[in-house]
C-alpha cells in the first residue's frame, strides 16, 4: 500500500513543514452583526439543523428562554429518597456535565446560571433516567417554555446532549464576551442515540509534534461533534512522542526529531496523563499506537541493540515510508515491546492499545506475521484489546479490531482478505484513505496535505456510507468510523484546523447518525451553518466552494 514520495514532493512538503506558514486564509472574521443575526436571535434555531443530524427530532409548543434568572438543575436519579423527593444530591460526573453547560453559557449570556441540586418546575434540568433504549451515549431533550429537561442513562449521554443544546442556541452563544439575547431554543423534543460505538479521529504526533495544549485544543473541537475516541499516533520514523521509563532514550532522544528537522518533543507520563484526563472529561477515550513493525526509525535509532546488525541508524526527519523495521528474529525486540506495552497499557484506561503494522516494507511477509502473532497477545496480557492497521489480518487473532484504511486503487484481494477477516468475527473501525484522511488535499490548490489517495473535497468526505462500503462485510461487524490526520505537512493548530474543518464534522456524523439522514443537499446547509461558530472559537477552518457559508 504504501506509497513513494518523489525528491520533489519531499522538498516541498519539509518547507511546508519546516517554515511556520502563515495562517491559511480563514473566513472573514468578525460574527457579522447584520439584520439576519437580529432574525435568528428572535426566532430560535430550527431544532433539526444540528451535527450530527439526531436520531428523531419533533419541533412543538412554544420555545424556551434563557433568562438572567435561569437555573441549572442536576438530578442523578437514584438519589431521590422513598418519597420520591430529591435527596440533593447529584452524582460527580452530573455536576461536572452541568459545570461544562455552565461554563459554556456565562460568557456570551453574561448570565450567572447558578447550578443546583435543589429541585425546581424551571431552568435547565439535566437528570439521569431516561429509556433504557438511550444506551449509554444516547440523550433525550425536552424544550417547553418552562424548563429544558436533558435527561441520558449515563453522563456520557448527558455531555452529548450539552453539545446539541449548544448548536440549537444561537451561533453567538460560542462567543466568550457578552453577546446580545436573546437566547431562545425552539419547543420540541429530540431523542438521539448513536448508530455506531467507535467514532473516532486519530492525531499524528508524530512526524510533527503537538504540545499538550494543541491535543486539548482539538480535544474540545472533537467533543463538540460527540466524537467519543482519540487515537494518537505516537511514534513513527520521524520521532518517539512518550516516555518510556525502562527505555528513557526513546523521548530523550527519539523524541528530538521531527519531519523538517524541527525540534519535535515529547509527552511526559504526566503530560499524557493530562491528555488522557482531559478527554475522559469530555467522554473522549484515548487510543494510543505504537506502530510495529515497520514506522520505527526512531525507536532504532534511539537504541543500536534493536537493530539487527547492532548499528543505530541516524534520526529521520523526510516523508518517506516503509524503509524501517524492528528486528523480528531478534530477542532483545520482545524485551522493547513487553517494556513498551506494559507501561502505555498503564498509562490507558481505555479498552484498546493500536500496534500499527501498516507499510511493513522493510519486513518479510513472514518475519511480519511472526512478529504480529508474539505482540498480539502481549496486549492481552496486559489487559486491553489490540488494533491495527487492516495490514493486521495477515495474522489474525481473536479480539483484534482492524482499522481499514484503503481507498478505490486497494486490489480486490487485499479487500476480500479483510472481508474474510470480518466474517470470521474481526471487527472493523473504517477510515478509508479516500474519504476519511483529513490529510489528503482537498483540491489540487491546497497548500497543505498530501495526494496519494487523490483530492477528498468535503462532499467526498461525506458521500458514503460506513454501513454498506466494505463489499462482503456484514454491517454488525464494523464498530464505527475514524478521521486520521497525519501531520506530514502540518505542525501548527491553525494548520491542523485548515485539513479537519469542514472535513471532521461529516465523518463525525458518519459514526453518529442514522444512514436515513445521510443527504449531501441537508447537511451542506447545516455544515454552513457551523461556520459563524468556528469564527468565534477562533477555528481556521477551510472556506470549502462547496458549502453555501451564510457570509
Ligand atoms: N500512509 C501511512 C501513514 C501516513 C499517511 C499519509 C497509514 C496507515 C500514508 N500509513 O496511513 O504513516 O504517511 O497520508
Known amino acids: 500500500m504504501g506509497r513513494r514520495i518523489g525528491p520533489l514532493l519531499l522538498l516541498c512538503a519539509s518547507l511546508l513543514a519546516a517554515t511556520a506558514l502563515p495562517a491559511t486564509p480563514t473566513a472573514a472574521a468578525g460574527t457579522g452583526t447584520g439584520a439576519e443575526d437580529a432574525a435568528t436571535a428572535r426566532s430560535p434555531r430550527p431544532l433539526d439543523q444540528v451535527i450530527p443530524a439526531p436520531a428523531s427530532v419533533r419541533e412543538k409548543g412554544r420555545p424556551y428562554t434563557i433568562t438572567p434568572r435561569t437555573v441549572i438543575r442536576v438530578y442523578d436519579g437514584q438519589s431521590h429518597d422513598r418519597r420520591g423527593n430529591h435527596g440533593g444530591g447529584a452524582s460527580k460526573d452530573v455536576r461536572q456535565v452541568a ?4 461554563e459554556l453559557l456565562r460568557p456570551a449570556t453574561g448570565y450567572r446560571l447558578p447550578v443546583t441540586t435543589s429541585p425546581g418546575r424551571d431552568g435547565i434540568q439535566l437528570r439521569l433516567g431516561g429509556h433504557r433504549t438511550l444506551g449509554s451515549e444516547g440523550y433525550r431533550l425536552d424544550v417547553g417554555e418552562r424548563a429544558v ?51 473516532g479521529a486519530m492525531l499524528d504526533v508524530a512526524r510533527h509534534f503537538f504540545p499538550v495544549g494543541a491535543v486539548k485544543r482539538y480535544i474540545d473541537q472533537l467533543a463538540l461533534y460527540k466524537v467519543n475516541t482519540l487515537h494518537l499516533h505516537l511514534s513513527d520514523d520521524q520521532g518517539w512522542r512518550i516516555a518510556v521509563d525502562s527505555w528513557p532514550r526513546l523521548a530523550d532522544y527519539g523524541g528530538g526529531s521531527e519531519v523538517g528537522g524541527g525540534p519535535g518533543g515529547y509527552y511526559t507520563k504526566a503530560d499524557y496523563r493530562e491528555i488522557v484526563r482531559y478527554a475522559s472529561a469530555r467522554h473522549l477515550t484515548v487510543v494510543p499506537e505504537i506502530d510495529m513493525p515497520g514506522h520505527t526509525n526512531a525507536a532504532l ?31 532483545r525486540t520482545y524485551d522493547f515491546v513487553d517494556d513498551v506495552i506494559r507501561e502505555l497499557a498503564a498509562l490507558t484506561p481505555g479498552p484498546y492499545l493500536h500496534i500499527g503494522g501498516d507499510e511493513a516494507h522493510a519486513t518479510s511477509h513472514e518475519d511480519y506475521v511472526t512478529f504480529m502473532r508474539r505482540v498480539q497477545p502481549v496486549v492481552a496480557k496486559y489487559g486491553k484489546k489490540a488494533i491495527g492497521w487492516h495490514q493486521i489480518t495477515a495474522a489474525p487473532d481473536r479480539g483484534t479490531v482492524a482499522q481499514y484504511w484503503g481507498y478505490d486503487q486497494t486490489g480486490a484481494e487485499e479487500r476480500a482478505r479483510v472481508a474474510e477477516a470480518a466474517r470470521r468475527g474481526t471487527k472493523l473501525v473504517l477510515s478509508p484513505a479516500d474519504r476519511a484522511y483529513l490529510d ?29 462500503y466494505l463489499e462482503g462485510v456484514p454491517e454488525r461487524a464494523v464498530l464505527g468510523v475514524e478521521a486520521p490526520l497525519w501531520s506530514e505537512t502540518i505542525a501548527t493548530s491553525a494548520q491542523l484546523e485548515y485539513l479537519a474543518f469542514p472535513r471532521l464534522p461529516g465523518v463525525a456524523e458518519l459514526g453518529w447518525s442514522p444512514a436515513a439522514t445521510h443527504d449531501w443537499d441537508g447537511y451542506r446547509e447545516r455544515l454552513a451553518q457551523q461556520g459563524p461558530r468556528w469564527e468565534l472559537m477562533g477555528v481556521n477552518y477551510y472556506r470549502s466552494p462547496q458549502v453555501p457559508w451564510p457570509r
Not at 459545570?99 to 455552565?102: I, P, S
Request: aromatic share 10%; hydrophobic share 35%.
Open 99 to 102: 459545570e461544562r453547560l455552565a
Open 301 to 331: 535509532a534511539s537504541y543500536a541493540e534493536l537493530n539487527c546488525d547492532g548499528v543505530a541508524p541516524p534520526r529521520y526527519t523526510g516523508i518517506e515510508v516503509g524503509f524501517s523495521s524492528l528486528c523480528v528474529p531478534l530477542e
Open 440 to 468: 489528503m488535499k482537498y483540491d489540487k490548490d491546497t497548500p497543505l496535505g498530501l495526494s496519494w489517495a487523490g483530492y477528498v473535497s468535503t462532499r467526498r468526505s461525506y458521500d458514503w456510507d460506513p454501513g454498506g
Open 149 to 199: 429537561k436533558l435527561s441520558a442513562r449515563e453522563p456520557a449521554g448527558l455531555f452529548h446532549g450539552v453539545q446539541t443544546l449548544r448548536q440549537v442556541l444561537p451561533a453567538a452563544v460560542e462567543a466568550r464576551s457578552e453577546q446580545p439575547g436573546p437566547w431562545r431554543i425552539a419547543g420540541g423534543t429530540i431523542t438521539d442515540t448513536p448508530r455506531y460505538a467507535y467514532r
